[in-house]
């Protein structure tokens, strides 16, 4: 919410776009193009910036909130779906559900400094007002991450994200069954089409 300007912003999971919506009127003032499926936003206002977490792009988009213009992306851990902004607001931190990390980014520099590990599958994320801790909900593990309000500063350069020796290799051939027991092959499985149940453990 940007109660400066009257205005509410909504994450367009399927459309890979962010709309802004004009609170005084009820209606909507325009929509901003962000990455694959944002579902997750944080408004600064000591930068006055929004901040969207991209889940299947693995990123942010840093959007300005006077202009309403993309200010660039930042790469974090993979599928974020939880943003909270520091007390201070000189920090983003930024939930990961599929690695299970919370990454830390710097809002001055844009940059990722560090990554901690949390639960299994953690997804909203907020900070205590009142003790600047930062309160992780693991939805995988059924738990709750409380970490410390310590970071002045940027601790250490995030690790490299790890790259499995078979990515990009193609794929060998195989044989699998499918529901009905009967074996088909990869040429077989590579004609068919899927439905992602996204959503079934969130």
């Not at 974090?76 to 939930?95: C, E």
């Not at 410390?148 to 193609?170: N, T, Y």
């Amino acid at each position: 919410m940007d109660v400066e300007r009257s205005r509410a912003f909504s994450a367009d999971f399927l459309a890979g776009t962010v709309t802004v919506v004009d609170t005084a009127l009820n209606d909507v003032a325009g929509e901003i193009q962000v990455g694959a499926a944002p579902c997750a936003l944080a408004v600064n206002a000591a930068t006055n910036e929004l901040y969207v977490a991209n889940s299947f792009a693995d990123t942010v988009t840093r959007i300005d909130l006077e202009t309403l213009s993309v200010l660039g992306t930042i790469d974090v851990d993979r599928t974020p779906v939880g943003a909270a902004i520091s007390r201070s607001g000189d920090r983003l931190y930024v939930s990961n559900r599929g690695a299970g990390t919370v990454s830390v980014l710097g809002v001055e520099d844009g940059a990722e400094w560090s990554r901690i590990p949390v639960g299994e599958g953690p997804g909203g994320c907020t900070v205590d007002p009142s003790t600047g801790h930062l309160l992780v909900a693991n939805a995988g593990s059924g738990s709750l991450t409380v970490v410390e309000d310590l970071l002045a500063g940027p601790p250490s350069a995030a690790p490299p994200r790890p790259e499995h020796e078979l990515v990009g290799a193609k794929l060998p051939p195989f044989r699998l069954p499918d529901l009905h027991g009967t074996e088909r092959t990869s040429t077989e499985w590579a004609e068919r089409k899927y439905i992602l149940n996204f959503f079934a453990s969130w």
